[in-house]
């Protein structure tokens, strides 16, 4: 894998950066594993995932499979996915059925498209949302 992470951790988050070359929906679950797992280790339960890989699109099928890999790796944590790489309507398409896909399947997260927004988002979850949270 090509991808390249670096990590800020702030009051209470974590800020995940990648970038690189993007190839296959294996190297999607590998970051949500590498980023969860920093995640943990540094016991933040907000995670600002900063995304600049490039490649192909996602397949309907993986993006069905990475979606449940999320929601499973990123269980306890909330997380806020900023795309930074070019958009266009099918692949809007494809991160929005990711996004149903992982919350269906219990994830506390949002896709945006701007740093702001994700931030404002994590920002305002209350203290004890996690302990309200039926992980």
Known sequence: MDIHFNFELEDQLLVA????????????IAMCNAISEVARRH???????LDNTAGRPLSV???????EAAAETFRGVA???VPCYPMNPQLRQRLDFVE????NRGL???VCLEEDAARDW???LP???FALCDW
């Open 43 to 49: 016991q933040r339960e907000r995670v600002l995932w």
């Open 17 to 28: 950066m990648t970038t690189g070359p993007w190839r296959s929906h294996q190297e999607s």
């Open 122 to 124: 994590l920002v305002s």
């Open 127 to 129: 203290s004890n949302y």
């Open 108 to 110: 506390r997260g949002q």
């Open 61 to 67: 099928l993986e993006s069905h499979v990475s979606g």
């Open 79 to 81: 997380i806020a996915y």
């Open 100 to 103: 149903a896909v992982a919350k």
